[in-house]
């Protein structure tokens, strides 16, 4: 299993970002797949869930600004980061959760 995340960067409160992670040596329509993100200093944290099929479910802390999304053709799971905060900084890390398998993440900085 390989993970590839990608779409993070440097961006102002209140802006967007779409975080992008590309999975390859399985087939994500079959597997539950979440993001994570850890902050300096501080512990991994769960931020979003979807599984085909299912009711995407989030982290209170993100909840109504961020949006989980799949794309089979493209083997990606998509987050849509809207409303950001400067708290929102952090390394995300998308994982199918039947893997131990952690890719590189992407950084994201929200900061004026």
């Known amino acids: 299993v390989q993970l590839q995340a990608s779409g993070g960067g440097l961006v102002q409160p209140g802006g967007s970002l779409r975080l992008s992670c590309v999975v390859s040596?399985?087939?994500?329509?079959?597997?539950?797949i979440d993001w994570y993100r850890q902050a300096p200093g501080k512990q991994r944290e769960w931020v979003a869930t979807?599984?085909?099929?299912?009711?995407?479910t989030y982290a209170d802390s993100v909840k109504g600004r961020f949006t989980i999304a799949i794309y089979n053709t493209e083997r990606a799971v998509t987050l849509q980061m809207n409303s950001l905060k400067p708290e929102d900084t952090a390394m995300y890390y998308c994982?199918?959760?039947?893997?131990?398998?952690w890719g590189q993440g992407t950084q994201v900085t929200v900061s004026s």
């Open positions: 040596g399985i087939i994500i329509s079959g597997n539950t």
């Open positions: 994982k199918p959760r039947r893997y131990n398998v």
């Open positions: 979807i599984t085909p099929g299912d009711i995407p």
